[in-house]
């Protein structure tokens, strides 16, 4: 009689999975449904803070980030392109009735909804990642939105940036070529920086814009077919943004300068003569629309760095004189005018006080300068009077004040022979 053979059996134990790691379904739509309905049932932003600073104790605003500041700023949580997103439970609503888009387009009432934004960020500070990501996503849906949209996107971007909880990167988005194509990215732009210096002043937007690296790139705002100076100037000009426009008039200048000094580096360091560096010098000039005064003192700058200078005093006066001869035509060229002039015994002033080998001859290098007519009497005279720097005043005004006098006295003197040359003729 055959018996029955068991079939083997697994056996062992069961593993549970604590709760703690179990995943966490992603539900977006539920997150929103409760942010919503909890933001219209406020009354007024008071409190709606208050909602958001308690409800972050029982919802993921972690994970839901995103969606938060959709809300905040459209009023909804947004698809791709700016749409608002109306999935969900039939009958539930799906839009925020205070957010940055139903902000009336008013700075003291803009800056009352900033506030509620500053508020949450020092309550959540795990949430300021996401604030920056969400305007910065929500900017390149620009042309989702309405004007009024914009205009109050606008509006609280400016005002967010004068708060310091974005930075001037953020406008980077600006330059997509299909919003600079459709004019919405100066239109933007505009009403950013109004919005700003309401706040604050040109300067420190000016400052904003340079750390955040985007002061060079403004006229790119400007459609390509329209790109130019006079029309950037134009346009910010009309918008009463004049200090911007000479923020970014010395901006260009001194990358300007930059590219010219680069020049006359290598010019100088191939030993060109004269005649050649001066021709070089009048075409950069009138390619990067610079003043003879700019020139002047880079050509300076670069001649006194392109020697290597003696540390014994007497050696280093013969040379330095010498130098400053065999070049003095050169300096000569691209002076004349008595602002070019003084501005470079400026320069000079500062170069002897910060390099003190060069302070004991000061005097002999304007003595020079004079006499090569590089630099005028009336130059010396007025700086000596007012013009000077403070850098070292007392000791190159001594030095100069023989030089001074005697100027004074031949003028005295030759006003004296005119005046008898008039009397004799009379």
């Given at each position: 009689m055959s018996q029955k053979v068991q079939k083997p059996t697994l056996t062992g134990q069961r593993l549970r999975t604590r709760k703690r790691d179990e995943k966490e379904k992603y539900e977006p739509l539920v997150f929103r449904d409760a942010i919503i309905a909890g933001v219209n049932d406020c009354e007024d932003l008071d409190s709606l803070t208050k909602f958001l600073d308690t409800s972050g104790n029982s919802l993921n605003y972690r994970r839901y980030a995103e969606v938060l500041f959709d809300i905040l700023f459209a009023g909804g949580m947004l698809a791709p392109g700016g749409s608002i997103v109306s999935d969900g439970e039939p009958g539930k609503a799906f839009?925020?009735?205070?957010?940055?888009?139903?902000?009336?387009?008013?700075p003291a009432k803009m800056r009352e909804f900033a506030q509620v934004f500053d508020l949450l960020l020092r309550r959540y500070k795990?949430?300021?990642?996401?604030?920056?990501?969400?305007?910065?996503?929500?900017?390149?849906?620009?042309?989702?939105?309405?004007?009024?949209?914009?205009?109050?996107?606008?509006?609280?971007?400016?005002?967010?940036?004068?708060?310091?909880?974005?930075q001037s990167t953020i406008l980077n988005n600006l330059l997509s070529e299909h919003l600079v194509k459709e004019g919405l990215a100066l239109q933007f732009i505009t009403k950013v920086f109004l919005a700003y210096v309401n706040m604050k002043d040109v300067n420190s937007l000016a400052a904003a814009l340079r750390k955040g690296g985007i002061s060079g790139k403004l006229i790119e705002v400007i459609p390509s077919t329209r790109r130019t100076m006079d029309n950037f100037e134009a346009h910010f000009r009309d918008a009463g943004l004049n200090g911007l426009?000479?923020?970014?008039?010395?901006?260009?200048?001194?990358?300007?300068?930059?590219?010219?000094?680069?020049?006359?580096?290598?010019?100088?360091?191939?030993?060109a003569d004269s005649a050649e560096i001066k021709s070089v010098c009048e075409d950069l000039q009138k390619k990067h629309d610079l003043q003879d005064t700019d020139i002047l003192l880079l050509i300076w700058k670069v001649?006194?760095?392109?020697?290597?200078?003696?540390k014994k005093e007497d050696i280093l006066a013969e040379q330095a004189l010498k130098h400053i001869n065999k070049n003095s035509s050169l300096l000569a060229s691209f002076s004349g005018q008595p602002r070019s002039e003084l501005s470079l015994m400026v320069?000079?002033?500062?170069y002897c006080y910060e390099h003190v080998n060069f302070m004991k001859i000061f005097h002999r290098m304007i003595m020079l300068l004079y006499k090569t007519d590089v630099i005028g009497e009336s130059a010396i005279l007025q700086w000596h009077k007012s013009g000077h720097s403070s850098k070292g005043k007392s000791v190159f005004l001594d030095?100069?004040?023989p030089m001074v006098e005697w100027l004074e006295n031949a003028e005295e003197e030759s006003s004296e022979e005119e005046d008898e040359d008039d009397e004799e003729e009379g």
């Open positions: 839009k925020a009735n205070l957010c940055v888009f139903q902000t009336e387009a008013e795990y949430l300021q990642v996401a604030f920056v990501d969400d305007l910065d996503k929500i900017l390149k849906f620009l042309k989702g939105f309405t004007d009024e949209e914009r205009s109050r996107l606008a509006m609280a971007t400016g005002i967010l940036l004068g708060m310091g909880l974005v426009v000479e923020m970014y008039r010395n901006h260009q200048a001194a990358g300007n300068k930059k590219i010219v000094e680069s020049q006359l580096i290598d010019l100088v360091s191939s030993e001649l006194m760095a392109s020697v290597e200078w003696s320069k000079i002033q500062e030095q100069l004040k």
